[in-house]
């Protein structure tokens, strides 16, 4: 996080207002020169030629002498010409002073939201701190940051963006006491600086909720409607510093807040957090599992691995589910759960995405025709317009029909963007791919959703399923997504099977597809190939694939579901 910056005023306003002076000063200093002499000579004239001029006009004398009145005429022009330009001078300096404070506010303001900026926050934050000591209060610092902002900007465009930025400023500008500072220190990042009584922090805490209240408030902005959480950092001035050990200023404060705001995006968002010592090494460690990742990407450490998928009534083997692993040679084998959110947060799940499945059909090749692969696919996967292009890409390239091919995607999917998620589903089953809803229950999808979006499967979430066996509630919940699988015409995969007692019991209730840790443990190409083998499961060494053709028809495969066919080349 950059430090605060110095306020800078506007260097090119007063460089210009610099030169404009510097070449009139000389003409004002003769003019002034002059005029004082004009005056001078005025009284010293003045006097006379008046005096003439009255005797004269009283018949008591000729007037006055005419080369002294000429002189008196040209020192009343030369004062009418030293008044004007006083006058022209007065109202450039006003005019200067205006520029001038608009050029500061220009600088120290968010052009957007009317907010102070990233520059202006500190050194008022500073003085903030030094009036607060000097009362006996200390100074809170508040870092604020939208939730998700990111792909409300990208789903609902930039004006809305802009106009929810503004909107969120308002909010937050409401319920700050008085005497506090806010400032947008850019993109969806806010900062409040408030002073309180050291012995009631309670204040803050109260005032963090009540942001947080304010800014979640339904909100309608253009084609926008929903919902902005959001995520705050806090810290006081009164702490201990332990970044740098030194005395607390603003830059300090800014960098705890952020770091206490970074950790309470991680904790689940929409909340607040006092920022603690222990959080400063837990960044350090996920930016040192950043550089790694990106390392893992470049060097190919993703690799694919495979869960077995069972037709629970025949026991038969049916395909497998490719759940992705980080060989990491410094952090040994790293779960999914670690590093795919940290790949969606840094922009880096579609390539990561890409290479495993790639490896994935090339793995699932040297399998017998009927099996197939389900792949998971992130939320941000399905809002990359090219998504399914680069899907056909790779089946075409490793010549694997579309139609073993199953897409697992998650009920957070459905969330946002459900029109642009409808045509993606739609585009992909086109070419024959398989579209099943994963982890269903745990989210939010809602029946009109279910009935409106192609799905080919649900596959229960493993919570009810692992449970089930002595959990009644669980139970009832399999038995009723059992009946809506039946309504919509969707077969059901049971997901997190790991007793017999729990196998038993699906298979009285339905004819399922199951999974779980009873079959086996998620395991690599090799070791799948190695039992393929030894069940005369892998595809006969023929003659070199033809490749898929044009008309959209497949071949090869036997799903045994009802799903349109097509081919990769159809789109490719
Ligand atoms: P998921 O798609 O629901 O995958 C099933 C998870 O349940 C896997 O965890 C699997 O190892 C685990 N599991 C399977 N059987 C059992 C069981 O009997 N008991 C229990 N307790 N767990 C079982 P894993 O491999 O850690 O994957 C976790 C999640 O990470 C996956 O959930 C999936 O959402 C995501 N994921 C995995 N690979 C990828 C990927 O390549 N791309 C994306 N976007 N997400 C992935
Ligand atoms: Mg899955
Ligand atoms: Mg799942």
Redesign the pocket.
């Known amino acids: 996080m950059a430090g605060i910056d110095k306020p800078r005023p506007d260097r090119t306003a007063r460089a210009l207002a610099g030169k404009v002076r510097g070449r009139h000063g000389e003409r004002d200093l003769l003019l002034l020169g002059v005029t004082a002499a004009a005056t001078i000579l005025f009284v010293g004239n003045g006097g006379t030629v008046l005096g003439g001029i009255v005797a004269s006009a009283a018949g008591l004398g000729m007037g006055p002498d005419r080369l002294l009145t000429n002189a008196l005429l040209l020192n009343i022009a030369l004062l009418i010409l030293g008044w004007r330009r006083h006058e022209q001078l007065s109202r450039e300096v006003r005019e200067h002073r205006l520029a001038e404070e608009q050029a500061r506010l220009l600088a120290e303001t968010d052009a957007l939201t009317g907010c102070l900026n990233r520059r202006s926050i500190g050194p008022l934050t500073d003085r903030l701190i030094a009036e607060a000591q000097a009362r006996g209060e200390v100074t809170t610092f508040i870092m604020i940051d939208l939730d998700n902002f990111k792909q409300i900007n990208d789903f609902n465009g930039h004006a809305v963006g802009d106009q929810l930025l503004v909107e969120c400023a308002r909010r937050i500008g409401e319920v700050l006491p008085a005497g506090s500072l806010l400032a947008r220190l850019g993109g969806d990042e806010f900062a409040c600086v408030v002073s309180i009584d050291p012995h009631r922090p309670e204040i803050v805490d109260g005032l963090a909720e009540r942001i947080i209240r304010a800014v979640s408030a339904p909100v309608r902005v253009g084609e926008f409607r929903g919902q902005v959480t959001v995520s705050l950092g806090l810290t006081r001035s009164d702490c201990r510093n332990q970044l740098n050990h030194g005395p607390i200023d603003a830059a300090t404060l800014l960098h705890m807040a952020d770091i206490a705001m970074y950790q309470a995006k991680k904790n689940g968002r929409n909340r607040h957090l006092w920022f603690e010592g222990t959080m400063e090494s837990e960044i350090r460690y996920r930016s040192e599992l950043e550089s790694a990742l990106r390392r893992g990407i470049t060097q190919g450490e ?1 690799v ?2 495979y ?1 077995q998928q069972i037709d629970l009534r025949t026991g038969e083997l049916t395909g497998f ?5 980080w060989n990491s040679p410094q952090l040994g084998l790293v ?3 670690v590093f ?1 959110p940290i790949a ?1 947060e840094i922009g880096l ?1 579609g390539e ?2 890409e290479q ?2 790639a490896q994935a059909l090339r793995d699932a090749r040297e399998w017998a025709p009927q099996l197939t692969l ?5 939320p ?2 399905l809002r990359d317009p090219w998504f399914a292009q680069k899907l056909l890409k790779l089946l075409v390239e490793a010549n694997f029909p579309p139609s073993r091919l199953d897409i ?1 995607i ?1 009920e957070t999917c459905l969330h946002q963007n459900i029109s642009g998620v409808h045509t993606l589903i739609t585009s992909l089953k086109n070419q024959g791919i398989g579209i099943s809803l ?2 269903f229950g745990t989210g939010y999808s809602s029946l009109s959703q279910l009935k409106s979006l192609p799905f080919d499967r649900i ?1 229960i ?2 919570s009810f ?2 449970t089930m066996a002595n959990d009644a509630e669980s139970e009832t919940i399999v038995h009723t997504i059992k009946s809506l699988g039946e309504g919509f015409g969707l077969p059901i995969t049971a ?4 007793s017999r007692e729990v196998l038993e019991k699906l298979q009285k209730i339905g004819n399922f597809k199951g ?4 079959y086996g ?2 395991v690599p190409a090799d070791m799948v190939n190695a039992m393929l083998a030894q069940r005369d499961l892998m595809a006969a060494p023929a003659a070199p694939a033809p490749p898929p053709s044009p008309d959209g028809e497949t071949r090869g495969e036997n799903r045994g579901e009802n799903r349109d066919r097509g081919d990769a080349t159809a789109a490719a």
């Open positions: 993703f694919p691995y869960e589910e490719m759940l992705a692993r779960g999914p759960e795919i969606e799940i990561l995405s495993v499945i389900s792949v998971n696919i992130s941000i996967q697992e998650t994963d982890d596959k979430d493993r399923i692992t997901e997190g099977i790991e999974q779980g840790y009873l443990r998620p």
